[in-house]
C-alpha cells in the first residue's frame, strides 16, 4: 500500500526554535510538496521539490526553507518558528506524470 | 494550473446524490481535473480524474461540461461518512507546483 509517512502528528516547540518537519514516501515518487492549513485558507503550498536537491517556492515560503537529499524524504525546515507559524502542516508526493497526489496524515505544529 | 472556483458549502440529505460543482473557466486543453477530499484531520485523498470525458469509479462520478469550463462531482448515495471537504483542481502535470483552493465544505444530513 502506497505511503507517506509524517515524523510527527502533534509537535509543540517555542518560539525561536529551529523546527524540522520529516516526510519520507515509499512510492519512488518524484515530485514531493509541503502545504500548511489553517481554517478558512484552505491548502497552502509552501514548496515543492521535482528531484533530489531541486526545489521550489510555492505561494508562501517566507519563514521556510526545505531540503531534499534523498528522493523519498522531503524536511521542512522553521529556521526560527513563529506563533504565526502554528499550524497544520501536510505532505504530498506523486508522479510528475499526473496530479495524482498522495498525502500524509498531516503535523499540527503549535508555536507558543 | 487553472484557477478554480467552488461553493464554500453544501449540504445533501444521507441517501441521495450529492452534486458537488467546479467551475475552471480558464483551464487548458492539456489539463485534467482532479478531485480530492479531505475528512476531518486527516490528509486529503484522491478520488478521480478526468481531463473531457466522462469517468466514474468506485467512488464517485465526474461530468465535464463540453466546453470544460466546469465540472461536477456526483456522489452517488451520499452517506454521513462523505462529510468531508472536497477540492476540484485543474493541473496538466509534470514538474510545477500544484495549487489547492479552498474547497467545498459537504455536509451529509441524516
Known amino acids: 500500500d502506497v505511503k507517506v509517512t509524517q515524523s510527527s502528528r502533534y509537535l509543540v516547540k517555542r518560539t525561536g526554535e529551529k523546527v524540522f518537519l520529516e516526510c519520507v514516501q515509499d512510492?519512488?515518487?518524484?515530485?514531493m510538496f509541503w502545504y500548511r492549513q489553517d481554517p478558512g485558507l484552505g491548502l497552502r503550498l509552501i514548496y515543492f521539490s521535482y528531484d533530489v536537491k531541486m526545489k521550489e517556492k510555492g505561494d508562501i515560503p517566507e519563514g521556510y526553507s526545505v531540503s531534499r537529499e534523498k528522493k523519498e524524504r522531503f524536511s521542512l525546515i522553521l529556521e526560527s518558528a513563529s506563533t504565526n507559524q502554528t499550524s497544520m502542516y501536510l505532505c504530498a508526493s506523486s508522479f510528475p506524470t499526473n496530479e495524482k497526489l498522495f498525502f500524509g496524515s498531516g503535523t499540527q505544529l503549535s508555536v507558543l | 494550473d487553472a484557477k478554480t472556483t467552488q461553493p464554500p458549502s453544501m449540504d445533501c440529505a444521507e441517501g441521495r446524490a450529492a452534486n458537488l460543482p467546479c467551475n475552471h473557466s480558464?483551464?487548458?486543453?492539456?489539463?485534467?481535473v482532479y478531485w480530492y477530499r479531505q475528512i476531518h484531520s486527516q490528509g486529503p485523498q484522491y478520488i478521480i480524474h478526468?481531463?473531457?470525458n466522462n469517468e466514474t469509479n468506485e467512488m464517485a462520478s465526474l461530468i465535464i461540461t463540453e466546453d470544460r469550463k466546469s465540472s461536477t462531482l456526483i456522489l452517488p448515495h451520499a452517506t454521513l461518512r462523505d462529510t468531508a471537504v472536497y477540492y476540484c483542481i485543474a493541473s496538466s502535470g509534470g514538474y510545477q507546483k500544484v495549487t489547492f483552493g479552498t474547497g467545498t465544505k459537504l455536509q451529509v444530513i441524516p
Open positions: 478526468g481531463l473531457k
Open positions: 512510492m519512488d515518487h518524484e515530485n
Open positions: 480558464t483551464i487548458s486543453g492539456n489539463e485534467y
